[in-house]
């Protein structure tokens, strides 16, 4: 049974860091594509950021230079280190894996994508 345990949200002020995780306990699949999706509140869902299981990785344009996803293939662990925190940050973020590499536009909709209760980032 796979479970995706985030941690690491929380409140900060505009220009503050925070950082992420994701670990995908149980899963043992390859490739996979594996990343972080937010909801803010009003807006659409939209991918973060997502790292493939080759080490690929994709940004929104909204957050490339100020957040940066890595993995520990050890521990299938996804980070997510955001800085210089804005407050059109405030979301809900999820962590999300589908066993398909490289990640395709809409991947983390997928059925069959594993998501994660998420975490709350709260920017003022």
Same mark, same amino acid.
């Given at each position: 049974?796979?479970?995706? *345990? ?44 997502? #790292? ?16 940066? #996803? ?6 299938? #662990? ?18 999300? #894996? ?7 536009? %809409?991947?983390?909709?997928?059925? %069959? ?7 709350? *980032?709260? *920017?003022?």
């Amino acid at each position: 049974h796979v479970q995706l *345990v985030e941690s690491g949200g929380g409140s900060v002020q505009t220009g503050g860091s925070l950082k992420l995780s994701c670990a995908a306990h149980g899963y043992t699949y390859t490739p996979y594509c594996m990343g972080w999706y937010r909801q803010g509140p009003g807006k659409e869902r939209e991918v973060v950021a997502d #790292i493939d299981s080759n080490g690929v990785t994709t940004y929104a344009d909204s957050v490339k230079g100020r957040f940066a #996803i890595s993995k520990d293939n050890t521990e299938s #662990i996804v980070y997510l280190q955001m800085a210089n925190l804005e407050p059109d940050d405030t979301a809900m973020y999820y962590c999300a #894996i589908y066993d398909f590499a490289p990640c395709r536009k %809409g991947w983390y909709r997928l059925t %069959g994508a594993l998501r994660g209760q998420g975490t709350q *980032v709260t *920017v003022s």
